[in-house]
């Protein structure tokens, strides 16, 4: 019985501790999503409801509706996303039908990039864009605080130093 409870243990210390994304990039793909279908509810109804008739722009309601659709699903992949940095490696999941969990161990990054297009910018976001030699396990970790970016690009560009070195 004791054996039992000290694999228990064994394993909950193994378990690696997962950081989520902040929820200024839930908000600001939440707000692209409004933005781009309500242009496209306009751009649908406005020249129907003109040219063909009123009824016809009912059609607008279709984007609308991909609003509160898309809203959902914004949400549970938001979720999804998290990544854990352990002693050899840094682990990315994502996914909510089809989940994906990538492997990068430190001594195979090649180059680790901090990225912010405009308007991730704007929102306070920054990338993590992580190289190495195979094209496969490339991995980004979006979303994060720009001081967070950093951080995690030092801290996995020292420990890809250290590890590559014996290589």
């Known amino acids: 019985m004791e054996t039992g409870s000290t694999v228990g243990e064994e394993t909950a210390a193994d378990e690696p501790v997962w950081t989520g994304l902040p929820p200024g990039l839930l908000r600001m793909r939440r707000l692209l999503l409004v933005v781009w279908l ?24 279709l984007p609308l509706a991909g609003i509160g659709w898309g809203w959902v699903l914004l949400g549970r992949n938001w979720r999804s996303w998290r990544y854990a940095e352990r002693a050899d490696d840094l682990l990315i999941s994502r996914g909510v039908l ?31 864009q992580l190289h190495t ?33 014996g290589l």
């Open 133 to 165: 030699a195979a094209a496969a396990t490339d991995a980004t970790v979006p979303g994060l605080d720009p001081a967070e970016a950093e951080r995690l690009r030092d801290r996995l560009t020292a420990l890809g130093e250290a590890r590559s070195a």
């Open 98 to 128: 089809w989940r994906e969990e990538t492997v990068v161990p430190y001594g195979r990054m090649q180059l680790v990039e901090v990225t912010s297009g405009p308007v991730e910018r704007h929102f306070g976001l920054a990338s993590v």
């Open 38 to 61: 309500g242009l496209a509810a306009v751009a649908v109804g406005v020249p129907l409801g003109l040219f063909v008739g009123p009824w016809w722009a009912s059609f607008a309601l």
